[in-house]
RNA sequence: GCGCCUGUAGCUCAGCUGGAUAGAGCAACGGACUUCUAAUCCGUAGGUUGCAGGUUCGAAUCCUGCCAGGCGCGCCA
């Protein structure tokens, strides 16, 4: 297909999705191979294979809409000088309808300098895909789950949870925009010895509460979210767990807490924008027998071992430095044994692809799992773990610990409250999950007219506001059809319609490397790019053509801007 | 001691899987509101990319060794 065809290929069939940028890439890379062997043939060059070369988008934009490194890649195989090679293929570059001008430059890059005729493709596009836009099917309708979150459901998310969440929700964002068929999904670590510590700290409040005195457990959980628990549990059951068997006191007072606590976090992060399709139980995988089923697997494949009368799972046959113990020798299995249970069961739901979203202070746990993973006879590429480095808070220029321990932390309830559910948001996306992240409370409180999320939603409202005066004046929104968006010809109108082409291939690449804080950085040059766009060009003026045209202009970055908030979690509000 | 992550402008961070003169936002300084929202725009200044080697046409990016910080290394989760 030649770019002609292609061009015409959009505008007939208005709803095809298809990458402009993306197409003119593979467009000038055929060229170039093209260009390449006919160089051959007359003699220029000489060659054997044609090298992995990339046409990318220069940096500088004194380079060109294009360039390519072609010509660098074959010296040793052309044995001669890079500029050399570049002026030979350049000489047998085919005519194109499209290239204004190809030059050398450099230590033998080939920049392209296209005529805008394709640009004015890239609104009509976006106008008639609208939300749709942006989307791809990459993912070819595979299953993938993204887990993330499952904090322990003995007390309130914290900051680090609040991490997990943003990121966790806008990589399923992601997949799912990319054309993958997505499960969130929250673990619920509803059994082990938490859940026995959590019985005997609510025991001990509840006697407590009775009049008793009783001692508190030393690393029982001091939060003071406990005691409200057990004060609203006494007003529903009274004392009547007050003279029986202490387990089923304690079973009692978890099955109660364990309920609020769930229903709790699921609300908050509900206003969190985090909806999640499957809250999976641990105790559940013990109850069912999947955790056995799965211990027996391991043996059967003789993957386990007995030593000090309990059992091990040879962790060292996948490369890691000691092996680690799966039940007991209290017969009770560990946390490992119930972890390798769930992830079998991931794989045995049939999720193609299975993405877990773990604090950094768990990466010891990924090579192990992927072992586990292996022993079992899966592909132990189709898991992967995205690591988040710890939250760091800092409040009155102080570094506060987070604990469950001492109870003494920033809840996610708190920072939407605080904070805002639109900049937390933007805020945790915005970095990369490699990076610690120091969350300055003070901060965040303050300076939350400049936080970056105001600058890219300021963007849309205004384009709101600019919409709404046009409705008020009696000037509609034209079809695209109506309309010479060639009128739109200036240097902030043509770099914003350069900007709107490039979002299918951001949010593809984002998806890709499971790394949304891409889609932050695009929304902050969109958004700058219109703010000056709006400084300079009048978009309600007396020529109703431009006026036409620089309608339709907006309301693609409208679309645009709304939809990358939409991935992130962030509101597109009409007014400010 | 071993393993993972990080080290880039005064501060917080990007840097698209090795490309050309390393970029944003805050903070600083100087300008721009009679006009669709100034939560904005334009400009100035700010750097030995932790340090030292190596790989090649080319390194913030890959390799090695140091230095500094964070996190792990349990019959906890």
């Not at 970056?452 to 300021?458: G, K, L, N, T």
Request: glycine letters at 8%; charged letters at 25%.
């Amino acid at each position: 297909m030649n770019f002609l065809s292609f061009l015409f290929l959009i505008s007939s069939k208005g709803g095809i999705k298809v990458n402009l940028v993306a197409q003119i890439q593979e467009e000038i890379k055929e060229n170039l191979k093209t260009a390449l062997v006919t160089a051959r043939e007359k003699g220029k060059i000489n060659f054997e294979i044609i090298p992995d070369f990339v046409v990318e988008v220069p940096r500088e934009k004194q380079h060109g809409d294009f360039a390519t490194n072609l010509a660098m890649l074959l010296p040793k195989q052309a044995k001669m000088p890079p500029r050399e090679i570049a002026q030979a293929i350049v000489e047998c570059f085919p005519e194109t309808a499209y290239v204004n001008d190809v030059e050398i430059a450099g230590p033998g890059f080939i920049n392209f300098r296209l005529n805008n005729s394709w640009l004015y493709q890239v609104i009509p596009q976006v106008i008639r895909q609208k939300e749709k836009y942006g989307t791809s099917n990459l993912g070819q309708g595979k299953k993938v789950q993204v887990e993330f979150v499952s904090a322990n459901p003995t007390g309130l998310l914290h900051m680090g949870n609040a991490r997990g969440a943003a990121l966790g929700d806008s990589i399923a964002n992601l997949l799912e925009e990319v054309g993958y068929d997505v499960t969130r999904e929250f673990y619920i670590n509803d059994a082990g010895n938490q859940i026995e510590n959590f019985a005997r700290s609510l025991e001990a409040r509840y006697l407590q509460q009775l009049g008793q005195d009783v001692p508190f457990p030393d690393e029982g959980y001091h939060g003071e979210d406990l005691i409200e628990t057990v004060k609203r549990f006494i007003e529903e059951e009274g004392d009547k767990y007050l003279n029986v068997d202490g387990k089923l006191r304690r079973e009692m007072l978890v099955k109660y807490a364990l309920d609020e606590k769930l229903t709790a976090i699921e609300n908050v992060l509900r206003d969190f924008g985090v909806e999640y399709d499957v809250w999976f139980s641990e105790q559940s995988l013990h109850d069912s027998g999947e955790v056995q089923e799965t211990i027996d697997i391991l043996n059967e494949r003789g993957y386990l071992y007995e030593q000090d009368g309990a059992l091990w799972f040879k962790a060292t046959e996948f490369g890691e430095e000691k092996d680690e113990v799966v039940v007991r020798s209290n017969g009770i299995p560990t946390y490992f044994a119930a972890d390798i249970a769930y992830h079998r069961n991931k794989f045995e739901r049939g999720f193609q692809w299975v993405i877990n979203l773990w604090g950094a202070d768990h990466h010891g746990h990924v090579s192990r799992m992927k072992g586990a993973m292996k022993a079992l006879g899966y592909d132990s590429d189709r898991l992967q773990v995205v690591l988040m480095q710890l939250v760091r808070l800092f409040q009155g220029g102080e570094v506060l610990r987070m604990s469950k321990r001492t109870g003494k932390y920033i809840t996610l309830s708190e920072l939407v409250e605080e904070v805002g559910k639109d900049a937390a948001r933007y805020f945790f996306v915005m970095r990369s999950p490699d990076s610690h992240l120091d969350f300055d409370l003070d901060l965040a409180k303050s300076q939350s007219q400049e936080n970056p999320v105001y600058y890219v939603q300021y963007a849309h409202a205004r384009i709101c506001s600019i919409l709404r005066q046009a409705a008020e004046e009696g000037i509609a929104v034209p079809a695209v059809d109506d309309v010479e968006l060639t009128l739109l010809n200036t240097g902030e109108e043509l770099e914003l319609m350069r900007k709107l082409a490039d979002f299918p291939e951001v949010v593809a690449g984002a998806a890709q490397a499971l790394e949304p804080h891409r889609l932050t950085r695009y929304a902050h040059e969109l958004a700058g790019q219109f703010h000056s766009f709006y400084t300079v060009c009048r978009v309600l003026g007396e020529d109703k053509a431009l006026t036409e045209a620089r309608l339709l202009l907006v309301q693609a970055v409208q679309i645009v801007l709304k939809n990358v908030l939409r991935l992130i979690g962030v509101s597109a509000p009409e007014r400010m």
